[in-house]
């Protein structure tokens, strides 16, 4: 049987379920007639008289009834209320895009979708951090472990199933037993926190490497991560055998930006603090749009929808704020481990020249530009083999 994904949702007619994020939405039988009359012509104007034909064959009701099953339908949406667009005195049109798993397709192309690759079950754990934070953690997969500093916005649950994020845990789980945790004021790490520094950062790093009593790793840092990763492999050259970064910088916006640069992080972060909680998801749209512009509907919907679920719109102005003040340039000359830099080339979020920046004073580093416009590489793109490539070589994973 056919199965229509549009965002976060998915429909299934034959089995009459509806999933928002994976979680089975339960619809009254005339609701759920009218939402499969909709997606099943996507684009279309159904006039009412059609739309009320459909769902109610061969029977009289009034056109109300059809209004609420509307209604009904937007509650659903919440966010994405305006996937179904009114027509004014005509009817309604389905404006989302629709990809159609199995089966033929009926109004719509068969399109590829994302599917989730195979990732071990993790295993979620906590430790109080010394202010009494509680930071959550947990570890995946097998082999030697490599451990991921937190990084803008994470979340150990919700990115399990994610278009996004998925691809890079399938593949680092493979080789190896991953450990990750949310940063604190983020995820399933507590939210009412006080010390967001980054030197409260680099402590949650190092308190979780005690709390899992590793002796020595291979450390991955991604963005504001790196300068945590740089910091702790200073800090700790015995516990750190490979340092990786990706889309690094060591000198955070309010270091590095020009005075231009200045009034564009100062708008973003006034545009966090008045519209990331809104019901509107426009605000957090502008954010996937910089950090994967070449992101698939899908992709861009979950990272949007990621910056409502993981943190509260106060926690992340202040996250932001503390990522300007980082300034780790003058540690880098002494990383003494291997190290690896990997930097999308077009990339709207940190310029591409702080990643060279970084490999040049880095004893040794190798630097690997990416051709891609995303801050995170995304595994349908070009620049994705590279990135796999590239990490596997320097791990020394087996072919």
Not at 34 to 41: A, E, Y
Not at 71 to 78: A, H, P, T
Not at 212 to 221: A, H, M, Y
Not at 295 to 300: D, I, R, V
């Amino acid at each position: 049987m056919t199965q229509h994904v549009f965002g976060r949702f998915v429909l299934d007619p034959g089995e009459r379920k509806f999933l928002r994020d994976g979680q089975e939405i339960r619809l009254r039988g005339k609701v759920f007639d009218t939402l499969c009359v909709l997606v099943k012509n996507p684009g279309r104007l159904l006039r009412k008289e059609e739309l009320l034909q459909a769902v109610w064959p061969n029977t009289v009701v009034e056109q109300n009834n059809l209004d609420h099953c509307i209604s009904q339908l937007r509650k659903v949406f919440g966010d994405d209320d305006r996937l179904i667009e009114t027509v004014p005195r005509q009817g309604y049109r389905f404006v989302a895009e629709v990809s159609n798993i199995g089966g033929n397709s009926t109004g719509t192309e068969t399109k590829q979708v994302f599917a989730v690759p195979h990732i071990p079950s993790q295993e979620i754990r906590f430790f109080n951090a010394s202010d009494r934070v509680k930071i959550a953690y947990s570890m995946a997969g097998s082999g030697p472990p490599l451990v991921k500093t937190a990084n803008w916005l994470n979340h150990l649950e919700f990115e399990l199933q994610s278009p996004l994020w998925a691809s890079w845990l399938a593949v680092l789980t493979a080789h190896h037993t991953l450990v990750r945790y949310d940063e604190r004021g983020n995820g399933l790490s507590d939210w009412n926190v006080q010390d967001f520094s980054f030197s409260a950062w680099v402590r949650d790093l190092e308190e979780l490497v005690d709390t899992v009593k590793l002796e020595r790793f291979p450390l991955l840092g991604i963005s504001q991560g790196a300068a945590v990763a740089v910091n702790y492999a200073v800090l700790h050259p015995e516990k750190v055998s490979k340092l990786i970064l990706i889309g690094p910088f060591a000198s955070g916006w309010k270091v590095r930006s020009s005075p231009r640069g200045m009034e564009r992080w100062n708008a973003l972060h006034s545009l966090i603090r008045s519209g990331w909680g809104k019901d509107n998801p426009a605000f957090r749209r502008l954010w996937s749009t910089l950090f994967i512009p070449e992101g698939t509907p899908e992709q861009s919907e979950w990272f949007t929808e990621l910056q409502r679920v993981t943190t509260s719109p106060a926690n992340a102005a202040q996250l932001l704020s503390e990522m300007g003040d980082i300034d780790v340039f003058n540690l880098l000359p002494e990383v003494k481990c291997p190290t690896l830099v990997l930097h999308s080339r077009d990339d709207a979020v940190v310029p591409m020249h702080e990643g060279r920046r970084i490999a040049s004073r880095i004893p040794g580093a190798k630097f690997v530009e990416l051709p891609s416009p995303n801050h995170i590489v995304i595994a349908q793109e070009p620049a994705w083999n590279v990135f796999v490539e590239a990490l596997g070589e320097f791990l020394e994973w087996e072919k």
